[in-house]
Nanobody
Framework: QVQLVESGGGLVESGGSLRLSCVDS????????MGWYRQAPGRQRELVGR?????????WYTDSVKGRFTISRDNHKNTLFLQMDSLEPEDTAVYYC?????????????WGQGIQVTVSS
């Protein structure tokens, strides 16, 4: 069972950078494909990018963040990262980490509290 805590969000100006972290204390992190998701106000939650349990197998990103965001993981520390560069106001959202494929919404599936990222223009 995953138990996820995201950190590293905040307010940044357009063009700036942030690095999000997600620690899983559930004990099975290294066996799971993981993803970063985000939900902007009034919009559905979307997959930002994902990484295989085998970190060397490559990763996938949605088109709007390609070349700007980088996902990485440290299986020894049960931690997932999202490096976000060249941030744009359109990146403003609550960001979540979770397994991939995404579980259903609560209460059927587990989601952490997420972390707010706000990009000012």
């Amino acid at each position: 069972q995953v138990q996820l805590v995201e950190s590293g969000g905040g307010l940044v100006e357009s063009g700036g950078s942030l690095r999000l972290s997600c620690v899983d204390s559930g004990g099975h992190f290294s066996r799971m494909d993981m993803g970063w998701y985000r939900q902007a106000p009034g919009r559905q939650r979307e997959l930002v990018g994902r990484v295989s349990r085998f970190a060397t197998s490559g990763s996938w990103y949605t088109d709007s963040v390609k070349g700007r965001f980088t996902i990485s993981r440290d299986n020894h520390k049960n931690t997932l990262f999202l490096q976000m560069d060249s941030l744009e106001p359109e990146d403003t959202a609550v960001y979540y980490c979770n397994i991939f494929p995404a579980p259903p919404p609560p209460p059927k599936g587990y989601w952490g509290q997420g972390i707010q990222v706000t990009v000012s223009s």
